[in-house]
T-cell receptor, first 117, second 118 residues
């Protein structure tokens, strides 16, 4: 069965430092996509970054990068130069793009990140 | 361009009451989804739709029904609310499922509905 695991319920980081949020996944499909979403205290879900299973390069979006290690089935989110506004819950999610083609996402339990001034 | 909107934003129900949550999107997306978010459990898929007139069950469909009569709207119904349905409900939409390479076809989320069942 497909599964996303985020083992860090809470993380702290000092402002301006980098932080890595862990995500491991389990799937038997060869074709899949990995997403990271941010949920601030206001509650909305904000898309951050995407990595396709066949993409050879790690995805980057501004201060966000995805450390994709396919053999280890990990897709860690790296936030560089943390800002106070990065304090939020972060969710890793996976979409299988196989024959079902429904676009369904499976979410991890989330990691709460607190940035200290 | 409003994106994905949800009504209502908050609701308190008594056990046994029914209600309908409305999700609307103005991005001409084919795919729409209903999730629930409970503390410590991430988001779980309730029902989804891959096009107008079609719906399918997700991971936790019991106690809910859905309808997609118009492409832009996806309704979630609770026939007889139970305290276990106290949760935050999110609607999402995406253009296509797509393949793993290149385009992300990410899901766009609504602001959520906080539902309490007493």
């Amino acid at each position: 069965a497909q599964k996303i695991t985020q083992t860090q319920p809470g993380m702290f980081v000092q402002e301006k430092e980098a932080v890595t949020l862990d995500c491991t996944y389990d799937t038997s499909d060869q074709s899949y996509g990995l997403f990271w979403y941010k949920q601030p205290s206001s509650g909305e879900m904000i898309f951050l970054i995407y990595q396709g299973s066949y993409d050879e390069q790690n995805a980057t979006e501004g201060r966000y990068s995805l450390n994709f290690q396919k053999a280890r089935k990990s897709a860690n989110l790296v936030i560089s130069a943390s800002q106070l506004g990065d304090s939020a819950m972060y969710f890793c999610a996976m979409r299988e793009a196989g024959s079902s083609n429904t676009g369904k996402l499976i979410f991890g339990q989330g990691t709460t990140l607190q940035v200290k001034p | 361009n409003a994106g994905v909107t949800q009504t209502p934003k908050f609701r308190v129900l008594k056990t046994g009451q029914s209600m309908t949550l409305l999700c609307a999107q103005d991005m001409n997306h084919e795919y729409m989804y209903w999730y629930r978010q409970d503390p410590g459990m991430g988001l779980r898929l309730i029902h989804y739709s891959v096009g107008e007139g079609t719906t399918a069950k997700g991971e936790v469909p019991d106690g809910y029904n859905v309808s997609r009569l118009k492409k832009q709207n996806f309704l979630l119904g609770l026939e007889s609310a139970a305290p276990s349905q106290t949760s935050v409900y999110f609607c999402a939409s995406s253009y296509l499922s797509g393949t793993s390479g290149g385009v992300s076809y990410e899901q766009y989320f609504g602001p959520g509905t906080r539902l309490t069942v007493t």
